[in-house]
């Protein structure tokens, strides 16, 4: 999912992370309402646990791995606002210290990982809430299909960038066919890992859990 240096042209590349900016500053700004002092240190435990378990790959497919991107998850555990800030510094410190992923190319990634997968996961999410029942139970389930949710779509805005700058010479249902395909895989291991760790927390400390505090999940646009 990583988007390295020369996939995409630097016009698309310059715009999107124009949008890239544009969202994580309303993640900014918005964070202050899903985040105190008694959350704060949640939101820091989960970027770190994210950047930890990216590093780790699972085989896929011939020749094909895959990893966690974490956006539902984060959005489950501290709001969707704070969990796109949380996967944007983890995307940074990837692409800054290991090369997980081109500097030319790291708006590309924040905007499909940290806004586009993170949006995606809540609004599935949202609506898991309100279909299964009203109980902690649910909040794993609805977790994992966000999860397997998210990223599919997180391919698909890859793809959408491809058509537009892309340099490689594939046609675009080329890459779409083999990027969904792949992710719909991935999405699967997202799903279980989200359901995991989100069941372990709930256990333990469900009160610092945003997607079961926040009975009704509502995600705010002010200026």
């Known amino acids: 999912m990583h988007i390295p240096d020369g996939f995409i042209d630097i016009p698309t590349a310059s715009a999107f992370g124009l949008l890239a900016v544009a969202g994580t500053a309303v993640a900014l700004k918005r964070a202050k309402s899903e985040v105190d002092d008694r959350t704060a240190p949640m939101a820091g435990l989960t970027a770190v646990f994210i950047f930890a ?54 708006g590309l990634n924040v905007f499909n990982m940290s806004i586009i997968g993170v949006l995606a996961s809540f609004l599935v999410f949202k609506g898991a809430v309100k279909i299964l029942p009203k109980s902690k139970s649910a909040i794993p389930l609805a977790a994992s299909i966000a999860a397997f949710a998210s990223v599919p779509i997180s391919a698909t805005a890859f793809t959408l960038q491809y058509a537009i700058g892309g340099i490689g010479t594939a046609p675009v249902s080329t890459v779409f066919t083999a990027m969904f395909t792949t992710h719909v895989l991935i999405g699967i291991g997202e799903a279980v890992i989200t359901m995991l760790t989100v069941s372990a927390i709930l256990a333990s400390r469900s009160d610092l859990v945003y997607g079961w505090s926040k009975k009704e999940v509502t995600l705010e646009v002010r200026s």
């Open 53 to 106: 378990v990216q590093m780790l790959n699972f085989p896929v497919a011939a020749g094909t791995s895959g990893h966690l991107l974490g956006g539902a998850l984060a959005m489950v555990l501290v709001g969707p606002y704070a969990a796109s800030l949380a996967v944007t510094v983890v995307l940074g410190v990837q692409a800054l210290l290991f090369a997980d992923g081109g500097l030319t190319a790291l």
